[in-house]
């Protein structure tokens, strides 16, 4: 199982580069959150209307 977990991070960091990865990151914490409070659905718009 950790050899298919080195294989598939070797993968991972061959398509895509540090920045991408944690920007992922960064935006399923922030989705994970959301979720979290039930503000999921939400539109930007929604609070000047």
């Known amino acids: 199982m ?4 080195i294989a598939y991070e070797r993968l991972l960091t061959g398509i895509h580069n540090e920045d991408t990865i944690e920007q992922y990151h960064a935006h399923g914490r922030q989705l994970g959150r959301l979720l979290y409070q039930g503000r999921w659905f939400d539109s930007p718009g929604a609070d000047a209307a």
């Open 2 to 5: 950790a050899l298919l977990h």
